[in-house]
């Protein structure tokens, strides 16, 4: 039995945005080094402050977050923290890797058809009179980013996951 997960199509600015889910070993590796860059920079906080690390004695524990947010906002708040803490080599990699899993939706002949925003090799896709291109538009590219990551990166808080 083969479990094909289904592309998600999210409202995003007004336009409606396919997106898929990262292959594993990029995600796993956008996971790891967004966990680095938290607990690094954990590391400097802590060091600021002259006090140890929150869980210093555990690297790959996850940061702590309240216990009443729901799956989604622990992914999205752990995602938020990440981007925030990574250097621009590596912002840039996880960006366009999550990019390159987004399609604008767009009405062909009365059909909704998933129109890739990004090519393979990284390159922004052009849209014919869209003045607001994702390419230049650093917050809708940034939403879009963060949106693949919460739907990929899901997997590591669901309760699924921490059973094993």
């Not at 945005?17 to 590391?43: N, T």
């Not at 590596?90 to 002949?109: G, H, M, P």
């Not at 129109?115 to 052009?126: A, F, K, L, Y």
Request: with cysteine; proline share 6%.
């Amino acid at each position: 039995m083969s479990s094909v997960m289904q592309p998600k199509v999210v409202p995003v600015q007004g336009r409606k945005y396919q997106l898929r889910k990262l292959p594993a070993v990029e995600g796993s590796f956008i996971y790891m080094r967004m966990m680095g860059a938290i607990y690094k920079a954990s590391g400097e906080q802590a060091a600021a402050s002259h006090r140890a690390p929150a869980r210093a004695h555990d690297r790959h524990a996850e940061p702590e977050v309240p216990p009443e947010m729901t799956a989604e906002q622990r992914v999205r708040a752990l995602c938020t923290s990440g981007f925030m803490h990574l250097g621009h080599e590596d912002f840039v990699a996880i960006q366009t890797a999550c990019l390159k899993a987004v399609s604008r939706v767009e009405t062909l002949n009365g059909t909704e058809t998933p129109m890739p925003v990004m090519t393979d090799q990284g390159e922004w896709v052009p849209v014919q009179g869209d003045w607001e291109h994702i390419g230049a538009n650093a917050y809708l590219a940034q939403l879009l980013a963060m949106e693949v990551c919460v739907d990929s990166l899901g997997c590591f808080f669901s309760e699924t996951a921490k059973a094993t």
